[in-house]
T-cell receptor, first 114, second 111 residues
Framework: DTGVSQDPRHKITKRGQNVTFRCDPI?????LYWYRQTLGQGPEFLTY????????KSRLLSDRFSAERPKGSFSTLEIQRTEQGDSAMYLC????????????FGEGSRLTVL | RKEVEQDPGPFNVPEGATVAFNCTYS??????FFWYRQDCRKEPKLLMS???SGNEDGRFTAQLNRASQYISLLIRDSKLSDSATYLC????????????FGTGTRLLVSP
């Protein structure tokens, strides 16, 4: 158990609907990351937070995607107007140290867009 | 050039074999690197950190070659349980905070 929990674990939705995923990291891990992974690919960086500040966002992330970490603890990732291409595993990871610490992953939220 | 690049494999090896994976990275200022292991439909888990002096943990050895900008993972005496995808991780081009994963190298160890 890494201490990083994600909810929901699975989400099936129809194209055009909005979905939101939540990540709860360990309280000491002030750095939080979101990744997306599709079959046969490595996790693709989406964004990361240091405390409540979103410090970087992937250029690949369209404006339908938004992430927040309002109090520097849990984080949410929202996808608006979902498309079939959004179907993937969304992974949250937390990190303690600034430049040497490992990433601790949650079990992921699997999204299927019909 | 991709920030992190790996050969996707699969590497098919018999039990007991030695197998090595390489991974190249683009950010020459990178200081720390990692190898993660991912089992099918599971989240990635840290296998080893890789620093300038390399790292060894039992049958696993990770090395860093700064001149050529690659890291390697060597697995000796492969076990069936080593079958998994091995992901290389390095800082992205924008700095050490952004950790970028390679596509992963799939290893299949057979009896």
């Amino acid at each position: 158990d890494t201490g990083v929990s994600q909810d929901p674990r699975h989400k099936i939705t129809k194209r055009g609907q909005n979905v939101t995923f939540r990540c709860d990291p360990i309280s000491e891990h002030n750095r939080l990351y979101w990744y997306r992974q599709t079959l046969g690919q490595g996790p693709e960086f989406l964004t990361y937070f240091q405390n409540e500040a979103q410090l970087e966002k992937s250029r690949l992330l369209s404006d339908r995607f938004s992430a927040e970490r309002p109090k520097g603890s849990f984080s949410t990732l929202e996808i608006q107007r979902t498309e079939q291409g959004d179907s993937a595993m969304y992974l949250c990871a937390a990190r303690l140290a600034a430049n040497t610490g490992e990433l601790f992953f949650g079990e992921g939220s699997r999204l299927t867009v019909l | 050039r991709k920030e992190v690049e790996q050969d996707p494999g699969p590497f098919n090896v018999p039990e007991g074999a030695t197998v090595a994976f390489n991974c190249t990275y683009s950010n020459s200022a990178s200081q720390s690197f990692f190898w993660y292991r991912q089992d099918c439909r599971k989240e990635p888990k840290l296998l080893m950190s890789v620093y300038s002096s390399g790292n060894e943990d039992g049958r696993f050895t990770a090395q860093l070659n700064r001149a050529s900008q690659y890291i390697s993972l060597l697995i000796r005496d492969s076990k069936l349980s080593d079958s998994a995808t091995y992901l290389c991780v390095a800082p992205g081009d924008t700095g050490f905070q952004k950790l970028v994963f390679g596509t992963g190298t799939r290893l299949l160890v057979s009896p």
